[in-house]
T-cell receptor, first 114, second 112 residues
């Protein structure tokens, strides 16, 4: 069973479109995250949710909107896609914020904006 | 601002060579430290972590790391690398409430 699953794995879309990436974890973790990995492999946190509540909201364009319907799901919706949004987006989860646990990462969604 | 730096962008080694990847962070308070590995085309996986206690931490696949507080360092080591260790390695630091900052990564290529 996949612990943190993301869909789709690949997403190719045109500039200006709106798209969503879904993430689900079956680990019973309280906290979920979205990270963006750019073409140089640099990982940067975007959002963090604890039990459906937003904890971390880094300097991300407001075209990006996370939604957490329950603590097992954290979806990422992106409006008006731009070329610079092309990256790999990783979802992750951890047992609780501030606890001494590492993250469990999903397999990533490679977004290509053309 | 809190930051994490990794000494090498790309390391190339022959099989059986010893590995040391450098990691330094900038933060004066209590830290939790991690090393993650990303194999080609895959997601990140936790190699090892340090929270407290013995500064020499052992992880999976024969990796270990040493936390030196006075040097703000958390270097990753392996005595003898294998071709299957070819991957991207990320050092990460957790400082404030659940915010983990990743280093820029070091790409390791192991030549058979």
């Amino acid at each position: 069973d996949t612990a943190v699953s993301q869909t789709p794995k690949y997403l190719v879309t045109q500039m200006g479109n709106d798209k969503s990436i879904k993430c689900e974890q079956n680990l019973g973790h309280d906290t979920m995250y979205w990270y963006k990995q750019d073409s140089k492999k640099f990982l940067k946190i975007m959002f963090s949710y604890n039990n459906k509540e937003l904890i971390i909201n880094e300097t991300v364009p407001n075209r990006f909107s996370p939604k957490s319907p329950d603590k097992a799901h954290l979806n990422l919706h992106i409006n008006s896609l731009e070329l610079g949004d092309s990256a790999v987006y990783f979802c992750a989860s951890s047992q609780a914020p501030g606890e001494n646990y590492g993250y469990t990462f999903g397999s990533g969604t490679r977004l290509t904006v053309v | 601002a809190q930051s994490v730096s990794q000494h090498n962008h790309h390391v190339i080694l022959s099989e059986a060579a010893s590995l040391e990847l450098g990691c330094n962070y900038s933060y004066g308070g209590t830290v939790n430290l991690f090393w993650y590995v990303q194999y080609p085309g895959q997601h990140l996986q936790l190699l090892l972590k340090y929270f407290s206690g013995d500064p020499l931490v052992k992880g999976i696949k024969g990796f270990e790391a040493e936390f030196i507080k006075s040097k703000f360092s958390f270097n990753l080591r392996k005595p003898s690398v294998q071709w299957s260790d070819t991957a991207e390695y990320f050092c990460a630091v957790k400082t404030s409430y659940d915010k983990v900052i990743f280093g820029p990564g070091t790409s390791l290529s192991v030549i058979p």
